[in-house]
């Protein structure tokens, strides 16, 4: 069983950043992919980034690509997520995830952490 912790959200105004931070906790954590989903108010949850753990492959969703930078420290067992030039649009939950399959389908989850850009 494992557990992830995320940290670093907060407010900030449109075309400033944020680094999100996520930690896992548990024996033996060997991920397959780890990454960031978002749910904005009224909408689904939606891919944002993801990283291949053992190769550091990096995966964005277009609305992000270019802007987010997604890093992951294995001996610490963080993923980070670098977000740069902010806008309302990404106002949302964010949440942490990690597979354990190539899928990529979530298999733990974070709490989520709030991000607001305001206008």
């Known amino acids: 069983q494992f557990q992830l912790a995320e940290s670093g959200g907060g407010l900030v105004q449109a075309g400033g950043s944020l680094r999100l931070s996520c930690v896992a906790s548990?024996?033996?954590?060997?991920?397959?992919?780890m990454g960031w989903f978002r749910q904005a108010p009224g909408k689904e949850r939606e891919f944002v980034a993801a990283?291949?753990?053992?190769?550091?492959?990096?995966y964005y969703a277009d609305s992000v690509r270019g802007r987010f930078t997604i890093s992951r420290n294995s001996a610490l067992n963080t993923v980070s997520l670098q977000m740069n030039r902010l806008s309302p649009e990404d106002t949302a939950v964010y949440y942490c995830?990690?597979?354990?399959?190539?899928?990529?389908?979530?298999?733990?989850w974070g709490q989520g952490t709030q991000v607001t850009v305001s206008s």
């Open positions: 995830e990690a597979s354990l399959s190539p899928t990529g389908a979530p298999a733990y």
């Open positions: 548990g024996r033996a954590f060997s991920p397959y992919t």
């Open positions: 990283i291949t753990w053992s190769t550091g492959t990096m």
